[in-house]
């Protein structure tokens, strides 16, 4: 029997946009559809898969490939992957798009002054804060751009992640 590939869903943006809790919702709406669904959130697989590295550009770079290879393992498993990462560099997308066969990425966007008064972890408190006092890529041509200004619920913005899956209308 041939299994059906999963599909990654690549949530990106700042810390503290609402990342996970946005793949948290659309996990959800995927496991509605009886789908095997796979979770990674950045911060647990930073303390899992890359507790090892450090946060310069070659160390992230790093970690990154690492959040990739493993989507795709669980992918071509027949899992559904939902990622929640910062994921800070272009390389890292472009990588995704060149090995990942079905791919969406996900831009998720929020205001400066709701990501600091979401932040319970001090990560604007500190230093070398992406796309504060660390550069990044914002994703040119995400495939969903979706912005987190706290006015739609979660689940309104995974479904419009949804609207744009191959999984959605049959297509998976």
Do not use: I
């Given at each position: 029997?041939?299994?059906?590939?999963?599909?990654?869903?690549w949530i990106t943006g700042l810390p503290c946009v609402g990342k996970t809790v946005v793949g948290e919702a659309l996990a959800e709406r995927l496991r509605r559809d009886?789908?095997?669904?796979?979770?990674?959130?950045?911060?647990?697989m930073r303390t899992g898969l890359a507790q090892d590295l450090g946060y310069s550009r070659r160390d992230r770079l790093i970690a990154a490939g690492r959040y990739s290879r493993l989507s795709?393992?669980?992918?071509?498993?027949?899992?559904?992957?939902?990622?929640c990462t910062v994921s800070m560099f272009a390389e890292v997308w472009?990588?995704?798009?060149?090995?990942?066969?079905?791919?969406?990425?996900?831009?998720?966007?929020a205001?400066?002054?709701l990501r600091i008064a979401r932040d319970r972890r001090g990560v604007y408190g500190?230093?070398?804060v992406p796309g504060e006092d660390l550069p990044i890529d914002e994703p040119?041509?995400?495939?969903?751009?979706?912005?987190n200004d706290?006015?739609?619920a979660p689940a309104e913005l995974a479904a419009r992640i949804w609207a744009h899956s191959p999984l959605s209308n049959g297509r998976g």
């Open positions: 029997m041939t299994r059906k590939r999963g599909v990654v869903h009886r789908l095997e669904v796979a979770l990674l959130d950045g911060d647990a795709r393992l669980l992918c071509d498993q027949g899992q559904h992957v939902v990622v472009e990588w995704n798009r060149r090995h990942l066969e079905r791919y969406v990425e996900v831009y998720l966007v205001p400066r002054s500190g230093r070398d040119q041509h995400p495939d969903v751009f979706l912005e706290g006015a739609v």
